[in-house]
Nanobody
């Protein structure tokens, strides 16, 4: 089993930046992919980004491409999400996620592990 704990919640103005972290513990050696989803009330979770830990391959949701960057520090079992040029539409609860499969995927159902979520609010 793997536990994921997010940190870095905050309030930022549009155009600003914010960085989120996700610390993993437990059987992390079997977790090949880490990622981020976000959710606003009344809507389904939206894929943000994912990274394959062994080779650094990444994939992003269309709405964040060019603005967000996902990375990992495997020695620390930590994933990061650097968010730049934030927009009010980026507001939501951001969830760290992980999966044991090697394939990068944007589908929520393919991820086994989830953090509790951290709030990001972007004001206009």
């Amino acid at each position: 089993q793997v536990e994921l704990v997010e940190s870095g919640r905050g309030l930022v103005q549009a155009g600003g930046s914010l960085s989120l972290s996700c610390a993993a513990s437990g059987r992390t050696s079997s977790m090949y992919v880490m990622g981020w989803f976000r959710q606003v009330p009344g809507k389904a979770r939206e894929f943000v980004a994912a990274i394959r830990r062994n080779d650094g391959t990444t994939t992003y949701g269309d709405s964040v491409k060019g603005r967000f960057t996902i990375s990992t520090d495997n020695a620390k079992d930590t994933a990061y999400l650097q968010m730049n040029n934030l927009e009010p539409e980026d507001t939501g609860v951001y969830y760290c996620t992980g999966r044991n499969g090697r394939q990068l995927t944007k589908l929520e159902v393919n991820y086994e592990y989830w953090g509790q979520g951290t709030q990001v609010t972007v004001s206009s």
